[in-house]
């Protein structure tokens, strides 16, 4: 199992990044992705998420300007981040859950200058 997130970076505020994530080795047309993001010293939260529906949800936070997207055939999810601050600073996870069963990829650091 791979989930391989890419797209980090450093970003002054208010600036827009767009990461991804491709998975392998998981059942990605059933399974439930998200983004979650650990900041430094804090618990990691769940940022977004997107069925295999592609119904989605978002963390109140973010509502408005994040947007969480997949591609089955190409067995991408992708989160694209606009307007950031710089308490959104994080290491970003990209995370599958299917048949009970929950998967992590190593994550991406975003960086947001002042």
């Known amino acids: 199992v791979q989930l391989q997130a890419s797209g980090g970076g450093l970003v002054q505020a208010g600036g827009f990044l767009r990461l991804s994530c491709k998975a392998s080795g998981i059942n990605f047309g059933i399974s439930a992705m998200n983004w979650h993001r650990q900041a430094p010293g804090k618990e990691r939260e769940l940022v977004a998420s997107?069925?295999?529906?592609?119904?989605?949800s978002y963390a109140d936070s973010v509502k408005g300007r994040f947007a969480i997207s997949r591609d089955n055939v190409k067995r991408m999810v992708y989160l694209q981040m606009n307007s950031l601050k710089p308490e959104e600073t994080a290491v970003y996870y990209c995370?599958?859950?299917?048949?009970?069963?929950?998967?992590w990829g190593k994550g991406t650091l975003v960086t947001v200058s002042s």
């Open positions: 995370n599958s859950q299917y048949w009970g069963r929950n998967y």
């Open positions: 997107i069925s295999q529906d592609r119904n989605t």
